[in-house]
């Protein structure tokens, strides 16, 4: 999909699906080579970064099959240890591959990762947490090359609660005789289902979803494994605001309340209803929205996600009030903001911090998407926008959403696919 036309104004009601996790698929498809046998993942949401990694296990030498929403894996072919740059660049989360090849193989030669444009992604601490398990490493100018000649397991010490230093630091580790603590871990959903689909396999880990994860790595894997990944946290987040924005009832079926609870409260604060079940969650709006009572601070989990910050600024834009966003994780995460201001929105950006006043109205306008999320959020805008919006760069909506269009339209948005 390159552009997406939305017509505002029409209240939403209906049920979604939540699609499996993005941010789970990529590193557990990566990990699927560290057994050196089959894998099939369920709930694999049909999106281009998914797509890219498929290319990625492909290039190594695996053998992958698509069938609805199972994807399988043959990693008993792998027979390389370099990504190149071309593959690389496809998406920002290729980085995952490297922990992966690295206990699969011992060495690994990566490209730099692509992705959206959010500003430097240092990989200094994927490179630290390397050599905290004695792999050597080295910048060749166009390449990293890792070495684990005398690998060791022993303390990993993040400077940072890195989710991909993480998932590179357990996957490595799995590979590494000995016992590996990571100190520091990221604690997201999206590492403990890392770390389930490693159990399957037969690595024993503990303490995955803390900051303190152990590894005891070097043993002998399981050769066939099946895992069902976590519902994607900030696609249900995104329904959410898109609903909150729009106004009307909408049930997310899948979702986890406590993986999107620092959205969904700000959500309730702003004045609408949440309602939990076993396996779902809805949300009705049907008054005007307020402001919050409180700055929105991009956190690591389980602090308020950062790529959930565009499409509740999206949310934000009719609320009674100042709604005041503090971005912590990335550099450039306000690349939205030019975009909104078009339609008519009220917002002033100063460094890191954005300040959204409410505004009477929205009115559709031509637009463009600059990275995924932001593009998330344009569409939760037109739904609000009196009139027409044509969003073009939905390209960069694809790597993350599975079906976006279709999902609006199921409902009631008035919302239609372009080429």
């Known amino acids: 999909m390159k552009k997406l036309k939305i017509t505002g104004g029409a209240q939403l009601s209906g049920s979604i699906n939540v699609q499996g996790s993005k941010n789970s698929a990529l590193p557990i498809l990566a990990a699927a080579i560290v057994s050196g046998g089959e894998t099939t993942v369920h709930n694999c949401p049909a999106i281009s970064d998914v797509e890219a990694a498929l290319e990625i296990l492909s290039y190594l030498g695996c053998r992958t099959e698509r069938d609805g929403d199972s994807v399988f894996v043959d990693s008993s072919g792998f027979s390389r240890t370099d990504v190149p740059e071309s593959l690389m660049c496809r998406m920002r989360g ?20 692509g992705g959206c444009r959010l500003g430097p992604r240092p990989i200094d601490i994927h490179v630290k947490a390397m050599r905290d398990l004695g792999i050597e490493a080295e910048n060749n100018g166009d390449e990293l090359v890792f070495r684990a000649e005398r690998p060791r397991g022993g303390i990993v010490s993040l400077s940072f609660p890195s989710v991909g230093a993480t998932e590179n630091a357990l996957l490595a580790a799995s590979g590494v005789r000995g016992t590996t603590v990571i100190i ?8 403990k289902d890392l770390a389930a689909y490693l159990q399957r396999l ?13 590894v005891e790595g070097g043993v002998d894997y399981k050769k066939t494994a099946e895992h069902s990944l976590i ?15 729009a106004g009307g009832r909408v049930e ?22 949440i309602k939990t079940g076993k396996n779902s969650l809805e949300l009705i709006k049907n008054r005007p929205l307020k402001a919050p009572g409180r700055e929105i601070i991009t956190k690591p989990y389980p602090g ?46 100063d460094g890191k911090t954005a300040s959204v006043r409410g505004v009477r109205r929205l009115t559709g306008a031509e637009l463009r998407a600059e990275d995924l999320r932001g593009g998330a959020a344009l569409a939760v ?24 269009d279709m999902a609006l339209k199921s409902i009631g948005a008035r919302a239609e696919a372009m080429e």
């Open 184 to 191: 520091n871990a990221a604690r997201e959903p999206e590492i």
């Open 381 to 404: 805008a037109a739904l609000a926008a009196e009139g027409e919006s044509v969003i073009s760069g939905m390209e960069y909506v694809d790597r993350g959403y599975e079906g976006f």
């Open 94 to 113: 290729s980085l995952c591959f490297l922990g992966a090849i690295l206990c699969r193989a011992g060495e690994a030669r990566l490209g730099y990762p």
């Open 202 to 214: 037969g690595v024993p880990v503990s303490g995955a979803g803390t900051a303190e994860i152990t």
């Open 252 to 273: 997310l079926r899948g979702a986890v309340y406590e993986d999107v609870a620092s959205v969904a409260e700000i959500l309730s604060e702003m004045g609408c209803e």
């Open 304 to 349: 308020f996600p950062t790529d959930a910050q565009p499409p509740l600024m999206a949310a934000c834009l009719l609320s009674e009030g100042e709604t005041v966003f503090r971005e912590t994780m990335f550099e450039s995460r306000y690349r939205q903001a030019p975009e909104l201001i078009k339609m008519g929105a009220d917002i002033r950006v």
């Open 231 to 245: 519902p994607d946290r900030i696609a249900a987040a995104t329904y959410l605001c898109a609903a909150a924005s």
